[in-house]
């Protein structure tokens, strides 16, 4: 295998099945399993063509995907690695800008012209300090740094419509939305929230921003055409507090999916945005009072999966609707994993590490049905509202609307007398 750089090193290993790759820091050992190493993100770029983490203690690591690919090697535009100092630690990370969903094909197909014709791939990257750093990938070069945020940039996401819009979430209790292309100077500010953010996510029509409160229990939804509030989604009291961590809509942008855990339990509800319903809840208890995280979700490219870490697993794999999981690695207290992201082709899901490590797993390969392909297609286009009033049979309108799921769902019941309620 080849090595990436002097930094991180590159490792195979068969001790489970659906592990493909490990990315391992070289540290000192007086630096490991201290605050600061943790990979807080990791993200894919567009054309899936390159890979970056944060590696812990302000550093950035981006690498040429696949990383033993001999197309690393070609002499027609730098594909070494790239390391970015950013001075305070590395919270959250994302590429930009991304491709409208129609041309994303196209630009798979032209991966090798868009890498050689391109000079601009962006990376952004949100520090503790509240400031975001914007680097040019293929330069290696910092373009400028955005100032606004009071607390930690906990999330960064790039709108796929192809424009130089970013938005971000902070401990500061808001969301901004930055133009790039007048270098951030044009910052619209979405306050609402009544603490820290956890987590935010765009709708692939480019019409909703979902965001995420830990400590506030806030699933908030706003408009990103006219930057206001649209409804906070609530679904029923919950007996135990409990922490919201993550969310993310589907590739068709019908149902939005967030992640929450309290003391003996995680769950995962799924909502329409649209009519604020929520769809169904996948609930799994625990034996263990506080061993119970889930820390990241990301739906797949084709929306027939839902990856999530938790703490009791590196890595589970679920199709909505069914009880158990279509992958999961096996047991490990010790996994310690922060975030996941798909790679934007599928097969491959990257998750980072508490020790600032990273690993590659193998994915599910699943052929879609042409039911889920029309859906899925009908869906980017067609709100809820619109498909309500269609003369269609109830069963096909419950299927595009996905109200078919089971409402309520376990993925393993350690305690059958658990009082939970959704």
Same mark, same amino acid.
């Given at each position: 295998?080849?090595?990436?750089?002097?930094?991180?090193?590159?490792?195979?290993?068969?001790?489970?099945?659906?592990?493909?790759?490990?990315?391992?820091?070289?540290?000192?050992?007086?630096?490991?399993?201290?605050?600061?190493?943790?990979?807080?993100?990791?993200?894919?770029?567009?054309?899936?063509?390159?890979?970056?983490?944060?590696?812990?203690?302000?550093?950035?690591?981006?690498?040429?995907?696949?990383?033993?690919?001999?197309?690393?090697?070609?002499?027609?535009?730098?594909?070494?690695?790239?390391?970015?100092?950013?001075?305070?630690?590395?919270?959250?990370?994302?590429?930009?800008?991304?491709?409208?969903?129609?041309?994303?094909?196209?630009?798979?197909?032209?991966?090798?012209?868009?890498?050689?014709?391109?000079?601009?791939?962006?990376?952004?990257?949100?520090?503790?300090?509240?400031?975001?750093?914007?680097?040019?990938?293929?330069?290696?070069?910092?373009?400028?740094?955005?100032?606004?945020?009071?607390?930690?940039?906990?999330?960064?996401?790039?709108?796929?419509?192809?424009?130089?819009?970013?938005?971000?979430?902070?401990?500061?209790?808001?969301? @901004?939305?930055?133009?790039?292309?007048?270098? /951030?100077? +044009?910052?619209? $500010?979405?306050?609402?929230?009544? =603490?820290?953010? *956890?987590?935010?996510?765009?709708?692939?029509?480019?019409?909703?921003?979902?965001?995420?409160?830990?400590?506030?229990?806030?699933?908030?939804?706003?408009?990103?055409?006219?930057?206001?509030?649209?409804?906070?989604?609530?679904?029923?009291?919950?007996?135990?507090?409990?922490?919201?961590?993550?969310?993310?809509?589907?590739?068709?942008?019908?149902?939005?999916?967030?992640?929450?855990?309290?003391?003996?339990?995680?769950?995962?509800?799924?909502?329409?945005?649209?009519?604020?319903?929520?769809?169904?809840?996948?609930?799994?208890?625990?034996?263990?009072?506080?061993?119970?995280?889930?820390?990241?979700?990301?739906?797949?490219?084709?929306?027939?999966?839902?990856?999530?870490?938790?703490?009791? @697993?590196?890595?589970?794999?679920?199709?909505? /609707?069914? +009880?158990?999981? $279509?992958?999961?690695?096996?047991? =490990?207290?010790? *996994?310690?994993?922060?975030?996941?992201?798909?790679?934007?082709?599928?097969?491959?899901?990257?998750?980072?590490?508490?020790?600032?490590?990273?690993?590659?797993?193998?994915?599910?390969?699943?052929?879609?049905?042409?039911?889920?392909?029309?859906?899925?297609?009908?869906?980017?286009?067609?709100?809820?509202?619109?498909?309500?009033?269609?003369?269609?049979?109830?069963?096909?309108?419950?299927?595009?609307?996905?109200?078919?799921?089971?409402?309520?769902?376990?993925?393993?019941?350690?305690?059958?007398?658990?009082?939970?309620?959704?």
């Amino acid at each position: 295998m080849c090595s990436t750089g002097t930094n991180a090193e590159l490792q195979q290993t068969s001790s489970d099945p659906a592990l493909l790759l490990e990315l391992k820091t070289r540290r000192p050992p007086s630096l490991e399993g201290r605050a600061g190493c943790e990979t807080w993100s990791v993200d894919f770029s567009p054309d899936g063509a390159w890979f970056a983490w944060s590696m812990g203690h302000g550093i950035v690591w981006v690498v040429a995907w696949p990383l033993d690919s001999e197309d690393s090697q070609n002499a027609e535009i730098d594909r070494g690695d790239k390391s970015f100092s950013c001075g305070h630690p590395v919270w959250g990370l994302a590429f930009g800008p991304r491709p409208p969903k129609s041309s994303t094909v196209a630009c798979q197909a032209k991966t090798g012209e868009k890498s050689k014709g391109s000079k601009s791939l962006l990376l952004a990257t949100g520090l503790e300090n509240g400031v975001i750093k914007i680097w040019n990938v293929l330069t290696g070069d910092a373009v400028f740094d955005l100032h606004g945020h009071e607390g930690v940039v906990r999330d960064l996401v790039f709108p796929q419509n192809g424009t130089l819009t970013l938005i971000s979430s902070s401990r500061d209790k808001t969301l @901004r939305i930055w133009d790039l292309a007048q270098k /951030g100077k +044009k910052v619209q $500010v979405l306050s609402g929230h009544k =603490d820290w953010i *956890s987590s935010c996510c765009v709708s692939s029509d480019c019409s909703m921003i979902a965001s995420v409160g830990r400590f506030d229990r806030m699933v908030c939804l706003w408009s990103l055409r006219s930057y206001t509030f649209i409804r906070n989604l609530t679904g029923g009291t919950y007996k135990t507090l409990y922490l919201l961590s993550s969310c993310d809509f589907s590739p068709d942008g019908a149902v939005l999916a967030t992640a929450a855990f309290s003391g003996s339990s995680w769950w995962i509800d799924l909502w329409d945005p649209y009519t604020a319903e929520k769809l169904a809840t996948l609930v799994d208890y625990f034996e263990d009072y506080g061993q119970n995280q889930i820390s990241s979700i990301q739906f797949s490219p084709n929306g027939l999966h839902l990856a999530m870490v938790t703490d009791d @697993r590196a890595l589970r794999v679920w199709e909505p /609707g069914q +009880k158990g999981m $279509v992958m999961q690695t096996k047991s =490990d207290r010790a *996994s310690n994993g922060l975030c996941c992201k798909y790679h934007p082709q599928g097969g491959v899901v990257a998750t980072g590490t508490r020790d600032g490590h990273v690993r590659f797993w193998r994915g599910p390969r699943t052929v879609p049905s042409l039911c889920h392909l029309c859906r899925s297609i009908l869906r980017q286009s067609v709100s809820t509202h619109q498909m309500e009033p269609l003369p269609l049979p109830k069963r096909i309108l419950e299927y595009l609307t996905y109200r078919n799921i089971p409402d309520r769902l376990k993925t393993c019941c350690s305690s059958d007398e658990e009082d939970w309620e959704g």
